[in-house]
């Protein structure tokens, strides 16, 4: 394929659509739009091809997608450029991979062993690593403070969009919206309700002691009791599981009754 100079507008265009748009603001929640517009741009420019030049779909495809692939290269080039030497995050030690793309860090941890790799990243390159392009590890402890305490100024990551258009408290990203809502709900975790919420897990926690204490030392499924311990408890402060006026049929007395699986 010969290049021309509309190959050479084509890559420019993409270094000006970073620079003029993708540059700011957040785009993961549009990925699927994207996509979208340059399939149909794509089509719709290639069927305009054939019919101009009077020439077969197939040719007009392979021409109009060399030009795209022209576009994505000025795109992604001048993005790798400014993750590498421009962003906010450049002055971050780390692993050139991880400044480049995301993608990186998930193939190193390709066998759940994330803990691992932050380690000898931390071990490495000390207590701040840059690990994604957008993305910190801080094994410092005072940083907790700074980034969860009642007067930061750190508002959460894109991450927390991962369950959209579904978004809980915790969630929430707007910090207007997440204020008016968390006051809804602070009274149910001051110290007193936060005190009566113990005297209920109690008398749980002790049934679950108690079958572990009667096990006599052989082998329990902890994954499957600590998750009856979790339903009965939870059970209980949604007021499915009522304790005014008697003993509550517990998950874990009923398996320990029928001997069914939970």
Known sequence: M???????????????S????????????HVKLYMQILITTL????????YLNETTV??????????????????????SVYRLFLHPLRKFAGPTGAKLTSFWLSWRVCHLDTFRQLRNLHDQHGPFVRIGPDNLSISNPKAVQVIYGSGSKCTKSSWYDSTWPMVSLNTMRERKLHDERRRIWSTAFGDKALRGYEQRLRLYRNRLINHLVESNGCGVN???????????????????IRTEDSDPVSSVRWYVRTGASP
């Open 43 to 50: 089509a719709l420019a290639s069927l305009g091809h054939a």
């Open 18 to 29: 970073f620079l003029v748009y993708f540059v700011r603001g957040e785009h993961h929640l």
């Open 58 to 79: 197939l040719s007009a495809v392979a021409e109009v997608s060399g030009h795209a692939c022209f576009f994505l290269h000025g795109l992604y080039g001048a993005r």
């Open 222 to 240: 902890v994954t499957k009791w600590f998750n009856l311990f979790s339903v009965d408890f939870m059970g209980d402060m949604a007021n499915i």
């Open 2 to 16: 010969s290049v021309s100079v509309s190959h050479y507008a084509a890559l420019l265009c993409g270094v000006a």
